[in-house]
């Protein structure tokens, strides 16, 4: 049973930063894809960025692939999201996902598990 719990999260004013942690217990991680996703009320859950394991493979969105960089710490299980130049846009709640076979192509259905996510608001 995965179970990922995220935290980091809080206010922070635009321009700021922000890194966002998810500690995840259960299996063995070796052969996993740990994912970002946000959510922003009245809207649909966004895919952020993408990470194996291994580190072998890293997919970022778009709309932050300059500004987020998602990391692991394999030996602590930890996988961080490391957010510069925050903007009031990015005001959401954070979650963290894994799989062992996932479909990385934006949907959240790609990802099996998921943390109870991490609440960033930024202020203006």
């Known amino acids: 049973q995965v179970q990922l719990v995220e935290s980091g999260g809080g206010l922070v004013q635009a321009g700021g930063s922000l890194r966002l942690s998810c500690a995840a217990s259960?299996?063995?991680?070796?052969?996993?894809?740990m994912g970002w996703f946000r959510q922003a009320p009245g809207k649909e859950r966004e895919f952020l960025a993408a990470?194996?394991?291994?580190?072998?493979?890293?997919y970022y969105a778009d709309s932050v692939k300059d500004r987020f960089t998602i990391s692991r710490d394999s030996g602590n299980n930890t996988v961080y999201l490391q957010m510069n130049s925050l903007k009031p846009e990015d005001t959401a709640v954070y979650y963290c996902?894994?799989?062992?076979?996932?479909?990385?192509?934006?949907?959240?259905?790609?990802?099996?598990?998921w943390g109870q996510g991490t609440q960033v608001t930024v202020s203006s």
């Open positions: 259960g299996p063995t991680f070796s052969g996993y894809t």
């Open positions: 996902a894994a799989d062992d076979n996932p479909v990385v192509d934006g949907r959240p259905s790609g990802f099996g598990s």
């Open positions: 990470i194996a394991w291994s580190g072998s493979r890293i």
